[in-house]
């Protein structure tokens, strides 16, 4: 059985893609989210199809429930209030869960909500497979990283249609074909790198844009772009991700025709 440390590539790609697919199509995977619910916009705390009673309140949420609408919070039926602050590790570890479901709270540039992930969502039950291009060696490059003096945030659209700021941490940089590119990225907390970009393929061959996550870069800024394992974006599989769009500058000018490139539904 291939690992990521398998030396063949092939197999360490395909084992990264079955990965991938797992992942996806797990019960509170991304397609099983039904809903991004802002309280700002129940201003009396009643989310339709959600039980309970949320509200803001100072940096955290209430919520107010019975034992008979089905809610629990860290596995017990509640009584009353309970204050809630974001969720923030895997989804089916979330302090709050009606049946199957997970309630898991979020917060966005001060704004609170609730998101549901439903395992029985008609996303998930559609869901086929991750349409991708077979791994291609000439598809990894060499890069580096060059970090910007300061960090800085720009705004930019998001999925659903509204625009946030958008961290920024430095460029990538890495040549095709002899023309050097860059994408504008931001490092995770474990290291590595993420950038959103689009190119000649998005909205046609491929989602109208996708996500490049390279390894932490070397002590001197050298990393290993590897397009074989370009991502779809949550959004690609609900529409209630609120993914941002590629920043200025991060449209590719030729077609990335290598990793993820479509969700194939029945």
Known sequence: MSTD????PVRNWTNWHERRIAAVAAPHGPLSLTGTHWLSDYPEGRIPAVPGVWRERGDGVVLTATAGEGLDVDGRPPTGEVVLAADRGPIDESRVSCGGRRLVVMRREGLWAVRDFDPESPARRAFMTVEATPYDERWVLPGRFRPYDESRTVRVENADGRERGLGLTG?????????EHTLQAAVEPDGSLWAVFADGTSGLTSYRFRFLRPAPPAADGSV??????VLLPPCAFADHFICPLPPPGNTLSFEVTAGERNVIVR
């Open 171 to 179: 460029e990538l940089a890495f040549s095709v074909d002899g023309s």
């Open 224 to 229: 290993s772009v590897d397009l074989n394992r």
């Open 5 to 8: 440390t398998d030396l063949d």
